[in-house]
Nanobody, 118 residues
Framework: QVQLVESGGGLVQPGGSLRLSCVAS????????????MLWYRQAPGQEREWVAT????????SYADPVKGGFTVSRDNAKNTMYLQMTSLRSEDTAVYYC???????WGRGTQVTVSS
């Protein structure tokens, strides 16, 4: 069974940067990491989970939610079964649990906490 594990979260001051990682494992039956899109979502306290960014299967096409455009960059290394989210110019509004998602199998990671605070 495919599993996703996020890492890289933590406490950062406003204006700072973090890079999140999402490592995928457990592929069987000819399916591989590189076959499908990968997405990042986030959920702030008391709010619904919201989409953040999408990375296409080959990593060449990306898209972003308006609140993170210009500050976040999604990428992937298919040789390492890993997707990344580089976050810069972080603001308190970016505080949330960040999840990676693979819609092909409807798989979610457990999330990594990002807290932006002085």
């Amino acid at each position: 069974q495919v599993q996703l594990v996020e890492s890289g979260g933590g406490l950062v001051q406003p204006g700072g940067s973090l890079r999140l990682s999402c490592v995928a494992s457990g592929f069987t039956g000819g399916f591989t990491f590189m076959m499908y899109n990968m997405l990042w979502y986030r959920q702030a306290p008391g709010q619904e989970r919201e989409w953040v960014a999408t990375c296409s299967a080959n990593g060449q096409t990306t898209s972003y939610a308006d609140p993170v455009k210009g500050g976040f960059t999604v990428s992937r290394d298919n040789a390492k079964n890993t997707m990344y989210l580089q976050m810069t110019s972080l603001r308190s509004e970016d505080t949330a649990v960040y999840y990676c998602h693979r819609p092909a199998e409807n798989i979610w990671g457990r999330g990594t906490q990002v807290t932006v605070s002085s």
